[in-house]
């Protein structure tokens, strides 16, 4: 059975330091690995797919980077609207059946 | 603007009454996803559909039923079989067999009366 553990659960950051969250997985046969990003209330918002270990994805300040065991979204230098819930899937079917984490909830005060 | 619509936003539920959900996508997706999402937990696949007039049990089925008679549409009923039905529901729609991502809607609130 897949399995997605992301950590830590909550990262506390100041604006401007910069930080890492963690998707550790086990799955039977990656087909993508993908980070989401939640705000409170609303639907997930697509950030990045990942497919092999090695690939790296940027976006503004966001950088995700994977590995054969785990993924990491590292935040650079956050602002305040980075704030949010960031949530990981991995995909191992032919269908787009996603296995998601946890989520880590990210606050970044001014 | 192509995109997943769900409504109501909040919905309130009666003991042993089943209220539906509703899920509508203009991105021409063949796919759609219905998800639970309750505090502290991952999004739990609830049930899936492939194609029109096709759908498949996801993890947690029970207590709920689905229909996919348009390739539009893709609504939820949660049924008075489902004792713990207070959560975050979420539709979402991907190109199916294929690489892309699922791409959601902005969820309903269901709670309990």
Same mark, same amino acid.
């Given at each position: ?7 830590? *659960?909550?990262?506390? %950051? /100041? ?7 963690? @998707? ?6 990656? +087909?993508?690995?993908?980070?989401? +990003? ?7 918002? &697509? %950030? ?12 503004? +300040? #966001? ?8 993924? &990491?979204? =590292? $935040? ?11 949530? @990981? ?22 | 603007?192509?995109? $997943? ?7 309130? !539920? ?8 509703? @899920? *509508?996508?203009?991105?021409? =997706? ?5 998800? !639970? /999402? ?5 999004? !739990? ?5 492939? $194609? ?19 390739? *539009?549409?893709?609504? #939820? ?13 979420? @539709?979402?729609?991907?190109?199916? /067999? ?5 791409? &959601?809607?902005?969820?309903? +609130?269901?709670?309990?009366?």
């Amino acid at each position: 059975e897949d399995q997605v553990t992301q950590s830590p *659960e909550a990262l506390r %950051l /100041q604006e401007g330091e910069s930080s890492s969250l963690n @998707c550790s997985y086990t799955v039977s046969g990656l +087909r993508g690995l993908f980070w989401y +990003r939640q705000d409170p209330g609303k639907g997930p918002e &697509f %950030l990045f797919t990942l497919y092999s270990a090695g690939e790296e994805k940027e976006k503004e +300040r #966001l950088k995700a980077t994977l590995t054969k065991k785990e993924s &990491f979204l =590292h $935040i650079t230098a956050p602002k305040p609207e980075d704030s949010a819930t960031y949530l @990981c899937a991995v995909r191992s079917d032919s269908w787009g059946k996603l296995q998601f984490g946890a989520g880590t909830q990210v606050v970044v005060t001014p | 603007d192509g995109g $997943i619509t769900q409504s109501p936003k909040y919905l309130f !539920r009666k003991e042993g009454q089943n209220v539906t959900l509703s @899920c *509508e996508q203009n991105l021409n =997706h063949d796919a759609m996803y219905w998800y !639970r /999402q309750d505090p502290g937990q991952g999004l !739990r696949l609830i049930y899936y559909s492939q $194609i029109v007039n096709d759908f498949q049990k996801g993890d947690i089925a029970e207590g709920y039923s689905v229909s996919r008679e348009k390739k *539009e549409s893709f609504p #939820l009923t949660v049924t008075s079989a489902q004792k713990n039905p207070t959560a975050f529901y979420l @539709c979402a729609s991907s190109h199916g /067999q294929s690489n892309q991502p699922q791409h &959601f809607g902005d969820g309903t +609130r269901l709670s309990i009366l």
